[in-house]
DNA sequence: ACTGCCAGCTGATTTACATCA
DNA sequence: CTTGATGTAAATCAGCTGGCA
């Protein structure tokens, strides 16, 4: 049993790119399809067959409601008292950006260089977060530079910012997702590691109680009772303590050495409970 | 009620890399 | 094969805002 016989429980674990392909060409913008387009960046761990946290099948909920959340929680969150001040920014707002448009396509950031913070409104945010919603990535096949146009157009902004507006939106997109698939990993490590515990106190017990069921004579460690066919001998014996089963036996004949074998667990060859 | 500090959010910039014509 | 254009991710900066002592 080698180390990967261990380690290859059949779990997949990915980040961010969808799970089955193209995992060696991250990124090709001109050949993604409208499907490719729509994945949520995310890190998945399943176990083969299960279809318990299949995130590329089922996935749509956790990044849009989390992000729906999040939102609600940090942009628009603190009740009604900020909404009618917002309500009545807006209008301020939207004269305020559209101007700075135009001014700013005028020099392109350059004059008095005060880099003032451009706050989208409501309403913008809500085009923006719609248009994510359908694909989010701009979609570079045919359209790329159109699509942004327009929305920018419809949204009295820059191109320019309404591309940055997407970046920015998927990497938080993807960092938030992390965080969540951090989370349940943690949980997934603490369950199994319990499991394990579990287990291997099982087996002592099973161990225990066929050693109690086992004649005397047949107690002694496997190794000490290797019959050497050649002599017709039981080997073995006077090993004294837990390592020395094979040591000493060892030494004197080889095919003692081999009689016992430690007893690996490996939690994922069994039906786990785990995930 | 006012103030200063701090953390979080978010728009913007920079850099590196991939892909394609 | 090289090169320029284009698009994206990642890292980072910096302004703004709300909560709290």
Not at 237 to 244: L, N
Request: glycine letters at 8%; charged letters at 30%.
């Amino acid at each position: 049993m080698g180390f990967d016989d261990i380690c290859s429980p059949g779990l997949v674990l990915g980040l961010g790119i969808p799970s089955t392909e193209d995992n060696h060409k991250p990124r090709k913008p001109s050949l993604k399809t409208e499907q490719s387009i729509n994945f949520e960046p995310s890190l998945t761990l399943s176990l083969f067959g299960s279809e318990a946290f299949d995130k590329k099948s089922d996935a749509p909920p956790p990044a849009d409601d989390l992000h729906r959340q999040d939102s609600a929680a940090s942009s628009f969150s603190n009740g009604s008292v900020k909404r009618e001040r917002e309500l009545l920014s807006e209008e301020v707002e939207i004269e305020r950006n559209s101007s700075r448009v135009i001014s700013d396509e005028d020099e392109d950031g350059g004059g008095s260089n005060s880099r003032k913070k451009l706050r989208l409104t409501k309403a913008q945010s809500a085009l923006l977060e719609e248009s994510f919603k359908q694909h989010s990535t701009l979609n570079p096949l045919s359209i790329s530079q159109k699509q942004k146009q327009d929305l920018a157009r419809e949204l009295n902004l820059r191109p320019r910012q309404v591309e940055v507006w997407f970046q920015n939106r998927r990497a938080r997109t993807k960092l938030k997702q992390t965080e969540v698939d951090c989370e349940f990993l943690k949980k997934c490590c603490e369950t199994l590691t319990d499991e394990n515990r579990r287990l291997q106190k099982e087996l002592q017990e099973l161990k225990a109680l066929k050693l109690a069921q086992q004649p005397l004579y047949m107690q002694l460690p496997a190794a000490t009772l290797t019959m050497c066919p050649s002599c017709e001998r039981v080997g073995g014996g006077g090993g004294g303590g837990g390592g020395g089963v094979g040591e000493n036996a060892s030494k004197n004949h080889p095919l003692i050495a081999m009689a016992s074998k430690p007893h690996f667990f490996n939690p994922f060859t069994s039906p786990s409970a785990a995930c």
